[in-house]
């Protein structure tokens, strides 16, 4: 009977040893998680706070509209230099949530600084009878007087010219803050 409390006092033994280990595992995986958890959170709030990247800052171009509408419209144009065809197009009218057929997507035109009888549009891009944005880039500048309300009569009456229906005739501003513009009717 010895030799068996002996082999039973082992076996006691060794299911409170896997007993602590795994107490102490778990114990070990959630001081992990926590340290993760406070790692991600802490990198996330050090890096929107130190990290300010900004290509047009590099160039010295930060505050410049004219070179920001520039590479606006060449990131929008599918026939421009950077080989990456209609992605950025279709990604901004995605994100803009412009309903324009696919298909419209295919062909169309990108220009800057648009001259209309009231207003110069930034970026305008157009596929005749299919659709047409007017996209004025705001980084630093503020509104000159009713701006906004005299583009949006441009682009309407250049829509008609087109041929553009008045529900494919979009007007996008576009603002590093997201702010709306201080007239029309966004």
């Not at 001081?31 to 160039?59: K, P």
């Not at 509209?65 to 990604?91: I, K, N, P, T």
């Not at 990108?110 to 009878?129: N, Q, W, Y």
Request: aromatic content about 10%.
């Amino acid at each position: 009977m010895a030799a068996q409390s002996r082999i039973e006092r082992i076996d006691r033994f060794i299911a409170d040893f896997r007993a602590l280990r795994a107490a102490r595992r778990g114990a070990r995986l959630e001081e992990m998680e926590a340290f993760l958890d406070t790692f991600e959170a802490t990198h996330r709030r050090i890096w929107r706070v130190r990290v300010d990247f900004n290509v047009f800052g590099l160039l010295g171009v930060r505050t410049d509209e004219v070179c920001h509408s520039g590479v606006l419209a060449w990131l929008l144009d599918a026939e421009s230099g950077h080989g990456q065809g209609d992605v950025f197009m279709r990604a901004f009218a995605d994100l803009c949530r412009l309903d324009i057929p696919s298909q419209a997507l295919d062909r169309y035109l990108v220009r800057t600084e648009f001259v209309g009888a009231e207003s110069i549009i930034d970026v305008m891009v157009f596929s005749r009878g299919e659709f047409l944005i007017y996209l004025e880039n705001k980084v630093f500048a503020s509104e000159g007087s009713h701006q906004v309300d005299r583009e949006f009569r441009d682009m309407r009456r250049l829509g008609t010219a087109l041929g553009v229906p008045e529900e494919r005739q979009f007007a996008v501003f576009l603002t590093p803050d997201g702010r709306s513009p201080l007239s029309g009717d966004a």
